[in-house]
């Protein structure tokens, strides 16, 4: 989930889809990088958190790690 999108932010999509399937893993995908930044995407209900770029390696750890592979 982009925190940044036209229409709705990451924050409030995130929560729609908490209300309504809280077991989905919604993972914060921003060039936000600051560790303000993660705490605070953490805390609003974001399952995980990767920074842009995106690191290949980083993505497949917190894939392994939300969806049990």
């Keep these: 989930m982009n925190k940044k999108m036209p229409g709705i932010d990451g924050y409030k999509a995130t ?3 908490k209300k309504k399937r809280p077991e989905i893993p919604v993972i ?9 930044d993660r705490e605070k995407i953490l805390a609003s ?3 995980g958190y990767i920074s842009k770029p ?7 750890k917190i894939l392994k790690t939300h ?3």
């Design 54 to 60: 995106i690191d290949r390696n980083q993505l497949q």
């Design 15 to 17: 929560t729609q889809i």
């Design 45 to 47: 209900g974001f399952s």
């Design 28 to 36: 914060a995908v921003t060039a936000y990088a600051q560790d303000t």
């Design 67 to 69: 969806l049990g592979l």
